[in-house]
């Protein structure tokens, strides 16, 4: 998580998810960036950079909105009715 990734909304924030599935992506690892941002080795080692948003938000609240994403993120994928469109 950085802010200066890529900003998706919930459907294509699903969309992103069904993707790397469909890649056979067997785990994503989502490290959320400190104040100053990641080391230029972290960033080398980025497969990509998904931004939540241009505000800053506490580390114990990003945790909570990943994980409310992810669950949302699986919900469309499976035509659930959690996410309102």
Known sequence: MDE???QHDSV???????KHMNYGVKQL???IGGPYGFSQEVYEKAHGKISLSKMTFSHQM????IIEQL???FTIL???PYHHR
Do not use: H, P, T
Request: glycine share 14%; net charge positive.
């Open 78 to 80: 499976r035509n659930e």
């Open 12 to 18: 294509g924030f699903s969309n992103y998810l069904q």
């Open 62 to 65: 990003v945790r909570l909105f």
């Open 71 to 73: 669950y949302r993120g």
């Open 29 to 31: 690892v989502f490290v």
């Open 4 to 6: 200066n990734g890529k």
